[in-house]
């Protein structure tokens, strides 16, 4: 609980605080109308006479500027034309408890620089892409990128997790072999995981690359190193994880509905289908997102494979580049920038949010479907 609390502080710590920053280009150098009230089509105006045609062009194939909001439009007039220049960033405790040294220290040191005391987990923050800018860094893309991952995770893990366990407590003879399939399971739940990207960079990425790249059905602009890949791994990652826990939801089901059902003419697979998996589908499905979320937050294994650490475009299917939560908040905190450093907690906040949901949901399908026998 105090290692737990520790954490939670230092990244609360870290995600809010003031913030001193100087405009490398005045405001007033682009229009007379005070920044706050510029509108849309002034903005659209501003950007379109001063930023050179390549720049404008480049950004209006990325997106057509006429479709364009007003609050894109203001962040691209910051970012491109007024140009954000941070000096320094302070802690939530130093901004709360040293305010007054902070200000004295920035009139001395800054002062031409504005003070400002940010909230760096914005609803603007979850909404942009991936920035060179942490002012105006979001986390859209990684958060698409790790519920990309997730659902090719899942979509291959489960179906086999859930038929390798049916097979192993239901069908499987209780003899040498199934003994040796069942350790190396039980083993494989404890390897590291950056073997299983190595695992993924040699088959998914290297020997599988014309399926994975997306060759295979005419797309020309991808190598092995997609998303794909990365969610077949994270797959194989998982897979021993959901195959253990759906082991023991299955064995948790008394022997005496099967007997039951024997008794009355029922084959086996009558039997799995129709009383033993219905009643072990809550503890399979709690196993299984658990392990998902394991996925969710692994880090190593996309670094092998080949996850991107900067990239502005949202995947789009199966064979995009992709970037993930965890390799993004990995890059920011390698940035000596501190501001960097407060964007990257606020990505944590972002990642335990969406990990203590799944397990949430654990909880609730666990106990609202559990049965006591």
């Known amino acids: 609980m105090i290692s737990l609390g520790a954490l939670i502080y230092d990244i609360i710590n870290g995600g809010f605080g003031y913030v001193a920053f100087e405009y490398k280009n005045p405001p007033s150098e682009f229009t007379s109308t005070p920044v706050s009230q510029l509108t849309r089509e002034e903005l659209l105006v501003v950007l379109q006479e001063n930023l050179s045609s390549g720049a404008y062009k480049k950004l209006d194939n990325e997106q057509k500027m006429e479709t364009r909001s007003q609050a894109d439009l203001y962040i691209l007039f910051l970012e491109r034309l007024v140009q954000i220049d941070t000096k320094e960033t302070w802690s939530l405790t130093d901004s709360l408890l040293k305010s007054d040294e902070i200000r004295a220290r920035v009139a001395e040191k800054y002062p031409d620089a504005e003070l400002e005391f940010r909230l760096w987990l914005t609803p603007q923050f979850l909404s942009t892409p991936m920035s060179s ?57 404890g390897v590291p995981s950056i073997v299983y990207g190595m695992l993924g960079l040699a088959v998914f990425v ?23 890949s990365a969610g077949l791994t994270m797959g194989i990652l998982v897979l021993p994880l959901i195959i253990i826990n759906a082991q023991e939801a299955i064995k948790a089901v008394p022997d005496s509905l099967r007997q039951a059902a024997f008794g009355v003419g029922a084959t086996r697979w009558q039997t799995v289908w129709h009383h033993v998996l219905p009643n072990a589908l809550p503890g399979i499905l709690t196993g299984s997102i658990l392990a998902i979320s394991r996925a969710l937050g692994e880090t190593a294994p996309l670094i092998v494979v080949g996850a991107s650490t900067f990239i ?22 390698t940035r000596p920038q501190t501001e960097f450093h407060s964007i990257a907690a606020s990505a944590i906040i972002v990642l335990l949010v969406l990990l203590l949901s799944l397990n949430a949901t654990a909880i609730f399908l666990r106990n609202r479907y559990q049965r006591r026998w």
Do not use: C, M
Not at 163 to 174: D, K, N, T, V
Not at 209 to 216: D, H, I, Q, Y
Not at 324 to 333: G, K, M, R, V
């Open 312 to 333: 502005t475009v949202d995947p789009e299917g199966v064979f995009s580049k992709f970037t993930a939560l965890p390799i993004q908040i990995y890059n920011w905190t």
């Open 206 to 228: 290297r020997t599988f690359e014309a399926l994975t790249s997306g060759a295979a059905f005419g797309i020309t602009d991808s190598n092995g190193r997609t998303v794909l």
């Open 133 to 189: 800018k942490a002012e105006f860094a979001g986390v859209r893309t990684a958060i698409l990128g790790s519920l990309w991952l997730v659902g090719i995770a899942l979509l291959f893990a489960l179906p086999i997790g859930v038929g390798a366990s049916i097979y192993l407590q239901e069908y499987a003879p209780h003899n040498w072999f199934t003994n040796i399939i069942q350790t190396n399971i039980n083993n494989l739940a």
